[in-house]
């Protein structure tokens, strides 16, 4: 019998990768840092949170891992890590914080392991495991990588990099955290036995530097199935244009160009931002007056805010995947995207969205002022139905093919 553990310190969407190793009776344990199981602080805390924060707190459980399978490492440091995330004037303190939990979880995460007799394999993530890749032992688990991310020397040094040297990226905190990158991320590449990436644009980036393709394994991630769609509300209101952004409102996720963009749009677009934002940037201060800026919000209102959208807009630069896109288009909401994120492999222009140059302001301009509803529904539907195939279910069975081949290596 198979065994796999699955760690990370903080979420992403290791919740899943757990939740489907589980029900293929595969999954020795799920290792994190915040969790809601009895006895932890979490649970604790619990009882003091009310709105918003609740919603967010009854998040970190899944009903579909029992608690005995949850093991908790560097929990108080991971709470502090979160509020230290709503603070923006403390972002460098951030950031230190943030490696210093992940050094600290994955030390724990060693001496776990290491007490552990027939493991096979040990699925980590990128940019948060290269304190456990640097002790040398003789461990007979693989260690697969999952690549939340394009490979961050790749990001760095591509021709998109420019849009990158501006005022913002002068900050201290951001050149902290691309020096910290620069130095960790080879060392997770060069020391794991293979990779879970969820896009070719992902796969491409690694093999660009020097990964072995037949070591680099795709499974796109799921979605869940939804109910809460509203095509005829939009379809309806055909003068108003409405666009959501999702993600952090940051340079390397297009924000800037995108900022530049929506500046030149008339005033019968309204544009939403969904996610972090800092007011002291470029990107905030070109559109604060122009913008609705709603931060984070709950994940059980997301779904929400995405079907009240006519059109998704993923301007990223460099992106690994780009969930918000599969849950929009699920949700039958067309998506204009990056040629520059995963998902964009997902969109086929004139059926269920449009995809356009990374950076180019003069593209996306074009995309988004030619945007009309004329066949809205048909455009909706198409969108609908060029994810139903992806479940989680899909991604489990994928996935477990992949370890086995992964550990039969």
Known sequence: MVKVIVAHPAQQHSFKTAEQLH????????????????????????KFLKKDDLIRA??????????EKVILFCEISGLILLALRRINSLKLIYNIWWNFHNWRFNKKLIKYLDNKKDLDAVILYDQVSAAFFRKKRKAQYKKVLDMTAPYFLETYKSKYASLLDNQDSGKLHIRYKEKYLLKNVPIEISNSDGFLVASEFTKNTLIKNGVNGNK?????????????????????????????YIGRYTIEKGALYFSEVVKKLPSNYNITVLGEFDEESTQYKLVKDRVNFLGHVPKAKVNEIISNAD????????????????????????????????????IKNNYNGYSFKAGS???????????????????????????????WDNYGIDLVKTLKKIIEE
């Open 311 to 346: 059109f998704l807009v993923f301007p990223s630069l460099s992106d690994g995947f780009g969930l918000s896109v599969v849950e929009s288009l699920s949700l039958g909401t067309p998506v204009i995207c990056s040629d520059n994120a995963g998902a964009n492999e997902l």
């Open 216 to 244: 680099v394994f795709k499974c796109v991630y799921g979605i869940e199935a939804s109910s809460n769609i509203k095509i005829d509300n939009k379809e309806n209101n055909k003068n108003i244009i409405s666009l959501l």
């Open 58 to 67: 009854n998040g970190r459980k899944s009903d579909n891992i029992p608690d």
């Open 23 to 46: 029900k293929r009776e595969i999954l020795d344990s799920y290792v994190t840092s915040i969790y809601l199981k009895e006895g932890s602080y979490t649970a604790k805390l619990i």
């Open 361 to 391: 302001n003069e593209e996306l301009f074009e995309r988004l002022i030619t945007l009309n509803k004329s066949n809205y529904r048909e455009f909706s539907n198409n969108a609908i139905l060029s994810v139903s195939n992806l479940t």
